[in-house]
């Protein structure tokens, strides 16, 4: 009933092709950015803004990157943390040594270091395939780490390896308040789900899909597995940069290698998995679950004035959250996106379900 | 099939009341003073969190037992699990500063990184009571951070002067075991500017978090054989060094850890061996007798009110130190209302108190804290107070003091504070504030 589409033709190509083919869809969509840029600003408190929104939108991004490799081409990667590492540590550099640099490029660069970086990385997949494949972007997660530990031109020589953002100043306007830096992650945000929303529809992730589904098949049907993996790899490292340069510059401020380690690979990759692999939409549940959960979690024995001590709230912060974990894995493997389009389904026959 | 669709709604539905209700905000009682306490029970940090924990909170606890709070001004606080994470450590800041906190003291040098720029906008004290960046001792521009106590640099400078007092160092080889964070990675830079001076050579070996694996530092330790090791580590790192130095029979004597490193939870897992195992002290050890620690039995613990699982824990090195942290925070405030009045004080009055602490020998005894702490002056130019420290040794049962005072030198010091300092003024485009014109 709510999500029928009857009624809807479709006259032209053009409104065959669009991004949102559904009339509902659209309508969703649109009211939620409207809340998102016009609503959320002004009543969100501050705590909500920097300690909640503005981490979930950076690992969405990165989320997002991390599925084109994973969801889209299936490649799995645990180097996801390295690769931030170098859109942070880059975006740094860039700012640090050319001051006069506007801060978007600085991050769009950076970006693109991460690229050159996933690309160089991404070589191995040429050869070699699974769990294989993952062990040798560990490789890469580990040498970056040990890389921005060690040599002490990517710090500037800072004498405890912490590095410190400048203020965020684009265009001679500076972001210091709370909803100014969300806003500027939350267009960040849009402006790469949709290019990653369009391309994972056109021609290259096609490509990607079919190298995901049996490479040797897309191989015969004249796909490149060279530049489809290989794109796969710059495009998702690109994303995954400019989520690291976000993180660095807008959320933390001031960073070590340690905020870009192995564990954050893992949480990528568990984001990606319990979103949906191969779903955009997925992405942001997946960054949703695993970002804000937690602190939940964390905080619901408070609100419900059970005395608790420090220590047992955080060990039930601990089981609660891998349980609910295996219990998603379980009823849904597809992960949240599918739950998602199964509500869609649902909606659409509703009051009348066959 | 509906079912299993019912539970799913059920849990998704959840984890949506996660989303909204993670909006919601307490609001601190307008009668009480704030103190945030950032904290870590879980984790590979926690044998050394806990204690430190705990002396912290029973101390506020005890102001308010005993005192009646602050000049009437009951302290509320409200404890948030860090894990010694540096994320963790900004969320929890976050979630708290909506309380209207004054001072906040984050056991981390990671988190207090992070912290420096958020303070100086927020308008809100960070204590670092034995740690933090060290050229925040400059207050003219860092306003906000105090490293009370002794930083890293004073530390370092103090364990090499202890050294030095052994013999001549030229020629000598100095090994640094330090955790591989912005903890461990603080005294580098002195160490580097002492090996310079007094000419002896030092090797820096890194230990990743959280620090269990150690082999592979311990055997180039056995290979270059060092003249003395310092040990910069926290948490499990600590006993597990000590026990590596006893499987490749380096010798305790000549190990010498920083305050964080020498404490009950380091030395005791391996027992008898650590004995001979020295720490420079923070100016206490593990001392029990102090009246402090009699009216923490008398007006906590008697009654159930204790925070650590027992009596015994009381005094311990780690426990001592906490205390003494949220005596500092406490003193702060006496000393902001001592200007302002007796009444709920801000941030940035209670900056101004502990940028005006003056805590002579008689002050610190009429405390209860005896000689634990030692007189501390701070101003706008020095935010550290004091600089001392003396080396205990581990015998296997206690720790007991072997050597006299010694005071960090800051003929050396201050120097690199002040290049430090500027360099990051520079980089955040700091002015840096007139101090002669501070009161």
Same mark, same amino acid.
């Given at each position: 009933?709510?999500?029928?589409?009857?009624?809807?033709?479709?006259?032209?190509?053009?409104?065959?092709?669009?991004?949102?083919?559904?009339?509902?869809?659209? *309508?969703?969509?649109?009211?939620?950015?409207?809340?998102?840029?016009?609503?959320?600003?002004?009543?969100?408190?501050?705590?909500?803004?920097?300690?909640?929104?503005?981490?979930?939108? *950076?690992?969405?991004?990165?989320?997002?990157?991390?599925?084109?490799?994973?969801?889209?081409?299936?490649?799995?990667?645990?180097?996801?943390?390295?690769?931030?590492?170098?859109?942070?540590?880059?975006?740094?550099?860039?700012?640090?040594?050319?001051?006069?640099?506007?801060?978007?490029?600085?991050?769009?660069?950076?970006?693109?270091?991460?690229?050159?970086?996933?690309?160089?990385?991404?070589?191995?997949?040429?050869?070699?395939?699974?769990?294989?494949?993952?062990?040798?972007?560990?490789?890469?997660?580990?040498?970056?780490?040990?890389?921005?530990?060690?040599?002490?031109?990517?710090?500037?020589?800072?004498?405890?390896?912490?590095?410190?953002?400048?203020?965020?100043?684009?265009?001679?306007?500076?972001?210091?308040?709370?909803?100014?830096?969300?806003?500027?992650?939350?267009?960040?945000?849009? +402006?790469? !789900?949709?290019?990653?929303?369009?391309?994972?529809?056109?021609?290259?992730? =096609?490509?990607?899909?079919?190298?995901?589904?049996?490479?040797?098949?897309?191989?015969?049907?004249?796909?490149?597995?060279?530049?489809?993996?290989?794109?796969?790899?710059?495009?998702?490292?690109?994303?995954?940069? +400019?989520?690291?340069?976000?993180?660095?510059?807008?959320?933390?401020?001031?960073?070590?290698?340690?905020?870009?380690?192995?564990?954050?690979?893992?949480?990528?990759?568990?984001? /990606?998995?319990?979103?949906?692999?191969?779903?955009?939409?997925?992405?942001?549940?997946?960054?949703?679950?695993?970002?804000?959960?937690?602190?939940?979690?964390?905080?619901?024995?408070?609100?419900?004035?059970?005395?608790?001590?420090?220590?047992?709230?955080?060990?039930?912060?601990?089981?609660?959250?891998?349980?609910?974990?295996?219990?998603?894995? *379980? +009823?849904?493997?597809?992960?949240?996106?599918?739950?998602?389009?199964?509500?869609?389904?649902?909606?659409?026959?509703?009051?009348?379900?066959? | 099939?509906?079912?299993?669709?019912?539970?799913?709604?059920?849990?998704? !539905?959840?984890?949506?009341?996660?989303?909204?209700?993670?909006?919601?905000?307490?609001?601190?009682?307008?009668?009480?003073?704030?103190?945030?306490?950032?904290?870590?029970?879980?984790?590979?940090?926690?044998?050394?969190?806990?204690?430190?924990?705990?002396?912290?909170?029973?101390?506020?606890?005890? +102001?308010?037992?005993?005192?009646?709070?602050?000049?009437?001004?009951? *302290?509320?606080?409200?404890?948030?699990?860090?894990?010694?994470?540096?994320?963790?450590?900004?969320?929890?800041?976050? =979630?708290?500063?909506?309380?209207?906190?004054?001072?906040? &003291?984050?056991?981390?040098?990671?988190?207090?990184?992070?912290?420096?720029?958020?303070?100086?906008?927020?308008?809100? /004290?960070?204590?670092?009571?034995?740690?933090?960046?060290?050229?925040?001792?400059?207050?003219?521009?860092?306003?906000?951070?105090?490293?009370?106590?002794?930083?890293?640099?004073?530390?370092?400078?103090?364990?090499?002067?202890? /050294?030095?007092?052994?013999?001549?160092?030229?020629?000598?080889?100095?090994?640094?075991?330090?955790?591989?964070?912005?903890?461990?990675?603080?005294?580098?830079?002195?160490?580097?500017?002492?090996?310079?001076?007094?000419?002896?050579?030092?090797?820096?070996?890194?230990?990743?978090?959280?620090?269990?694996?150690?082999?592979?530092?311990?055997?180039?330790?056995?290979?270059?054989?060092?003249?003395?090791?310092?040990?910069?580590?926290?948490?499990?790192? &600590?006993?597990?060094?000590?026990?590596?130095?006893?499987?490749?029979?380096?010798?305790?004597?000549?190990?010498?850890? /920083?305050?964080?490193?020498?404490?009950?939870?380091?030395?005791?897992?391996?027992?008898?061996?650590?004995?001979?195992?020295?720490?420079?002290?923070?100016?206490?050890?593990?001392?029990?007798?102090?009246?402090?620690?009699?009216?923490?039995?008398?007006?906590?613990?008697?009654?159930?009110?204790?925070?650590?699982?027992?009596?015994?824990?009381?005094?311990?090195?780690?426990?001592? =130190?906490?205390?003494?942290?949220?005596?500092?925070?406490?003193?702060?405030?006496?000393?902001?209302?001592?200007?302002?009045?007796?009444?709920?004080?801000?941030?940035?009055?209670?900056?101004?108190?502990?940028?005006?602490?003056?805590?002579?020998?008689?002050?610190?005894? !009429?405390?209860?804290?005896?000689?634990?702490?030692?007189?501390?002056?701070?101003?706008?130019?020095?935010?550290?107070?004091?600089?001392?420290?003396?080396?205990?040794?581990?015998?296997?049962?206690?720790?007991?003091?072997?050597?006299?005072?010694?005071?960090?030198?800051?003929?050396?010091?201050?120097?690199?504070?002040?290049?430090?300092?500027?360099?990051?003024?520079?980089?955040?485009?700091?002015?840096?504030?007139?101090?002669?014109?501070?009161?």
């Amino acid at each position: 009933m709510i999500y029928r589409e009857t009624g809807q033709f479709k006259t032209n190509y053009a409104s065959d092709q669009q991004l949102f083919p559904i009339l509902q869809d659209r *309508i969703f969509v649109i009211a939620f950015l409207v809340l998102a840029f016009a609503v959320v600003p002004l009543v969100a408190s501050e705590y909500l803004l920097r300690a909640i929104l503005v981490p979930f939108l *950076i690992l969405s991004l990165a989320a997002i990157g991390l599925n084109i490799l994973v969801g889209y081409c299936g490649q799995v990667s645990l180097g996801t943390g390295g690769f931030m590492a170098i859109g942070a540590y880059a975006a740094y550099n860039l700012a640090v040594r050319i001051p006069d640099l506007n801060l978007l490029v600085v991050f769009l660069l950076a970006g693109a270091c991460a690229t050159v970086v996933g690309a160089l990385f991404g070589i191995p997949s040429l050869r070699i395939k699974g769990f294989y494949l993952a062990v040798a972007t560990l490789a890469a997660q580990f040498f970056i780490d040990w890389m921005f530990a060690r040599i002490k031109w990517f710090t500037n020589d800072s004498s405890s390896g912490n590095v410190s953002a400048p203020p965020l100043d684009i265009f001679g306007y500076t972001f210091t308040s709370p909803a100014e830096k969300y806003l500027l992650v939350l267009v960040f945000v849009c +402006v790469f !789900a949709l290019i990653a929303r369009n391309l994972v529809r056109g021609a290259i992730g =096609r490509s990607w899909m079919a190298t995901r589904d049996m490479d040797i098949a897309a191989e015969v049907i004249g796909i490149r597995p060279l530049r489809a993996k290989l794109s796969a790899f710059a495009v998702s490292s690109f994303f995954v940069g +400019v989520a690291g340069a976000l993180w660095a510059f807008v959320y933390l401020g001031s960073w070590e290698p340690l905020a870009f380690d192995v564990n954050r690979s893992f949480q990528l990759l568990f984001m /990606v998995i319990i979103g949906g692999l191969g779903s955009i939409l997925g992405s942001f549940l997946g960054a949703a679950f695993i970002v804000i959960l937690p602190l939940f979690l964390n905080q619901f024995p408070t609100w419900l004035g059970i005395p608790l001590s420090t220590a047992a709230i955080s060990h039930i912060e601990f089981m609660v959250f891998g349980a609910l974990i295996v219990f998603f894995l *379980i +009823v849904e493997p597809r992960g949240l996106a599918r739950l998602w389009a199964i509500g869609k389904e649902k909606l659409r026959l509703w009051p009348f379900p066959h | 099939m509906k079912r299993t669709l019912r539970i799913k709604a059920a849990a998704l !539905a959840l984890a949506v009341a996660g989303a909204l209700g993670a909006a919601q905000e307490a609001v601190a009682q307008a009668n009480e003073i704030f103190v945030p306490v950032l904290v870590y029970r879980t984790g590979a940090y926690a044998p050394n969190g806990i204690p430190w924990a705990d002396g912290y909170v029973d101390y506020l606890k005890l +102001v308010n037992a005993r005192d009646g709070g602050v000049n009437g001004i009951k *302290i509320a606080f409200e404890e948030c699990e860090t894990g010694y994470a540096t994320d963790r450590g900004v969320e929890c800041y976050e =979630r708290l500063k909506s309380k209207k906190p004054v001072i906040f &003291n984050p056991l981390s040098t990671g988190i207090t990184y992070a912290l420096t720029d958020k303070v100086a906008a927020d308008k809100i /004290v960070l204590f670092t009571t034995g740690y933090g960046r060290a050229d925040s001792v400059d207050g003219s521009v860092f306003a906000w951070n105090f490293p009370l106590l002794g930083t890293y640099w004073s530390a370092a400078d103090m364990l090499v002067q202890h /050294v030095a007092k052994k013999g001549p160092l030229k020629g000598k080889k100095i090994a640094l075991v330090y955790h591989d964070s912005p903890y461990g990675k603080e005294p580098i830079k002195l160490l580097e500017e002492r090996a310079k001076r007094e000419g002896f050579q030092l090797s820096l070996l890194p230990v990743t978090h959280p620090g269990v694996e150690q082999k592979a530092v311990w055997l180039q330790i056995r290979q270059q054989r060092p003249d003395y090791v310092f040990l910069w580590g926290w948490g499990v790192m &600590n006993s597990t060094s000590i026990k590596e130095a006893i499987a490749v029979s380096y010798p305790r004597l000549q190990m010498y850890g /920083v305050w964080w490193s020498s404490a009950e939870p380091d030395v005791e897992p391996a027992e008898m061996a650590s004995k001979g195992y020295n720490g420079i002290a923070l100016g206490h050890s593990d001392e029990r007798d102090f009246p402090v620690h009699k009216d923490m039995v008398k007006y906590l613990y008697d009654k159930g009110q204790g925070t650590a699982k027992d009596k015994k824990d009381i005094g311990a090195v780690l426990y001592n =130190r906490g205390m003494i942290s949220a005596m500092l925070t406490i003193e702060a405030i006496k000393q902001a209302q001592s200007k302002y009045g007796k009444r709920v004080v801000t941030g940035e009055e209670v900056r101004w108190g502990a940028e005006n602490l003056n805590l002579d020998a008689g002050k610190i005894k !009429a405390l209860g804290f005896g000689d634990m702490v030692q007189p501390l002056k701070t101003s706008c130019t020095d935010h550290e107070g004091v600089r001392k420290g003396r080396i205990h040794t581990w015998d296997g049962k206690d720790w007991s003091y072997t050597s006299d005072w010694y005071e960090a030198d800051m003929k050396i010091l201050n120097p690199m504070i002040k290049t430090s300092a500027a360099a990051y003024a520079a980089e955040k485009k700091i002015t840096p504030r007139d101090c002669s014109k501070e009161k």
